[in-house]
């Protein structure tokens, strides 16, 4: 039986007019052509004419270059505080171990923590929600004395490269 999908007729839809008499398999052919489907002569022919080697890598643009850098990360910078569910998990970690402490695996504990907490209500999450809301504050009040400590040390830094411009702008006049 004919199967259009498997058709090796190349049709130059320029010369095909719309009086043209096409059977069925040959519209369903063409209109897959018309898609964007590529036969196998055509994808053959575009393989013959590439260039190896360095064509390619010339016109391809540096995926690196391409992205913007990224700010570096403050290694002095604090850490943000805990979830009410990674606080629960920290204490789950310790009570599972002990209950069980044949297992090795993480997977294993970190899938018992998530039912344990699925299946808590919320007056038993409520510890885990204080504490995480107090580290929170706590967090917050260092994080702000962090960012005042890193604008005094960038205005510092800028008024250093300016008197430094002025200095040398100085000695050039003389």
């Known amino acids: 039986p004919y199967n ?18 096409l059977s069925p398999y040959t519209t369903l052919t063409l209109s897959f052509a018309m898609r964007g489907g590529k036969s196998k002569a055509a994808a053959s022919s ?28 403050d290694a002095n910078k604090p850490k943000r505080p805990p979830s ?24 294993v504990v970190s899938k018992a923590c998530g039912d344990k907490w699925k299946s808590m209500s919320e007056s038993e ?9 107090k580290r929170k504050a706590e967090y917050e009040k260092i994080i702000a004395s962090f960012d005042k400590k890193q604008e005094e040390v960038e205005e510092e830094g800028s008024d250093k490269s300016k008197s430094e411009v002025e200095d040398d702008e100085d000695g050039n006049e003389e």
């Open 4 to 21: 259009p999908l498997r058709s090796t007729k190349i049709f130059d839809f320029a010369q095909i007019s719309s009086t043209t008499a």
């Open 46 to 73: 575009k393989d013959d004419t590439k260039v190896a080697g360095k064509r390619k890598a010339a016109g391809k643009v540096d995926k690196k270059a391409k992205r913007g850098r990224k700010a570096a990360k």
């Open 84 to 107: 009410a569910f990674f606080i629960f998990m920290e204490e789950f970690r310790k009570t599972f171990q002990e209950k069980h402490p044949e297992n090795k695996k993480v997977s």
């Open 125 to 133: 999450k409520a510890p885990y929600v204080a504490k995480a809301a």
